[in-house]
């Protein structure tokens, strides 16, 4: 069982804020994204080169309240608009979900017109770590978000997993993750993502 990183995400107390920071920090126009059935979100997203994207996300203050815990932990989301999760995909997220401690979540049905997707979200809407630890999707057919957006020239060199016991976290991905960019580093919890823009490096947190 193999686990690959897919996409990092931005939050904001409004999509507008989540995208003001992202465009701010990279110098570059995010695309159009969608709203989401089930947690009640929308999006806005930014193709990244080796096949990543990023996406800023809110609460959609249009939509119905949803009935259960929003994923990335929204309902609790307050201050600045800022990176806080990584997402990685798997061929099978049950046999991930078996193969790692519980509190990574349950499988949820999602689409959003031909995406089809099943996402691991805990009852709580918190994963594990203080959020730090991957969120889980599982893609559903050969409809991906990357093939519809505009490649930016803008490529992830670093993503720095922050938490007091990073390395425990890091022990629990190591047989299931390989990739040498992301890094697990003891300090208070949070997410910090360097970007090579235009050949020049930028951090986004």
Not at 62 to 67: G, K, L, R, S, Y
Not at 133 to 140: D, F, G, K
Request: hydrophobic content about 45%.
């Amino acid at each position: 069982m193999r686990i690959e990183l897919d996409h990092i995400a931005v939050a904001g107390e409004s999509l507008g804020a989540a995208t003001a920071h992202v465009q701010d920090a990279l110098g570059v126009e995010m695309q159009q994204g969608g709203e989401h059935a089930v947690f009640h979100t929308h999006n806005r997203l930014l193709g990244m080169q080796d096949g990543l994207y990023l996406e800023a996300i809110a609460i959609n203050p249009e939509a119905a309240i949803p009935d259960r815990a929003r994923w990335f932990d929204l309902d609790r989301f307050t201050g600045p608009a800022r990176l806080t999760n990584w997402i990685c995909r798997c061929d099978d997220l049950d046999a991930a979900l078996a193969a790692l401690p519980a509190g990574f979540g349950a499988p949820v049905q999602l689409q959003r017109g031909d995406l089809r997707w099943r996402m691991a979200v805990p009852e709580t809407g918190v994963l594990p770590f203080d959020n730090c630890a991957p969120a889980l999707i599982e893609w559903q057919g050969d409809a991906h978000p990357a093939q519809r957006l505009l490649t930016a020239d803008c490529r992830l060199t670093a993503l720095q997993v922050h938490h007091p016991e990073a390395m425990t976290l890091a022990a629990l991905l190591a047989p299931f993750l390989h990739d040498n960019r992301v890094r697990f580093v003891e300090a208070d919890a949070g997410l910090r993502a360097e970007v090579e823009v235009g050949g020049a490096k930028v951090v986004l947190q």
